[in-house]
């Protein structure tokens, strides 16, 4: 089974503070992929990595950025959190070939 | 551009077939997905269809596919408790087959 994971489930910060959302897959997929979500607007891609040190802005990069140094591990940063990024994060994982995705179980982050 | 619609609530009685529907924009769409989001989880795959299929059945769940109209259904036969969630619909990017255009999502809430 593929397993993608995330570093918390619940995480709280505070405005201005630099945030580390991490994602680990185990199936050696070449693509990686945040997202947030947020109450009646579904899935909103923020960045997206096709393989290592690659990274591509998704729909809506503005305050965030990703590292991908190593090719299972795909990191989210928000470099001065603020209360408009208190959302769900969710990490995702696909084959080079596309299609399925595999999602891990979300870090909800609240920002005070 | 890419748009993929979906209505936000669905509530059935226990026993009941229920029925999501989607419609989606990009008529180049290799294959169109249906995830499960339960409370406070990540994104279940459920599953999916190839664009040059009609229908897909898996056990309680019935695809249907129209391509004509851009139209996307998931039935659900005797519905449960247990299915109560968020249901999205997602298609792959016309752009870059790599990415997936997710719909809002819809609430099923399945009650006695």
């Known amino acids: ?112 | 551009g890419e748009d993929v619609e979906q209505s936000l609530f669905l509530s059935v009685r226990e026993g009941d077939s229920s029925v999501i529907n989607c419609t989606y924009t990009d008529s180049s769409s290799t294959y169109l997905y249906w995830y499960k989001q339960e409370p406070g989880a990540g994104l279940q795959l459920l599953t999916y269809i190839f664009s040059n299929m009609d229908m897909k059945q898996d056990q309680r769940l019935t695809v249907l596919l129209n391509k004509k109209d851009k139209h996307l259904s998931l039935r659900i036969a005797d519905t449960q408790t247990g299915d109560s969630a968020i249901y999205f619909c997602a298609e792959t990017s016309h752009y870059n087959t790599d990415k997936l255009i997710f719909g809002t999502g819809t609430r099923l809430q399945v009650f006695p």
């Not at chain 1, 910060?13 to 992929?33: A, I, S």
């Not at chain 1, 997206?48 to 591509?56: A, I, L, N």
């Not at chain 1, 989210?76 to 990490?91: D, G, W």
């Open chain 1, 1 to 112: 089974d593929v397993k993608v994971t995330q570093s918390s489930r619940y995480l709280v910060k505070r405005t201005g503070e630099k945030v580390f959302l991490e994602c680990v897959q185990d199936m050696d997929h070449e693509n990686m992929f945040w997202y947030r979500q947020d109450p009646g607007l579904g899935l909103r891609l923020i960045y997206f990595s096709y393989d290592v040190k690659m990274k591509e802005k998704g729909d809506i990069p503005e305050g965030y950025s990703v590292s991908r140094e190593k090719k299972e591990r795909f990191s989210l940063i928000l470099e001065s959190a603020s209360t408009n990024q208190t959302s769900m994060y969710l990490c995702a994982s696909s084959s080079r070939t596309g299609g399925t995705q595999y999602f891990g179980p979300g870090t909800r982050l609240t920002v005070l």
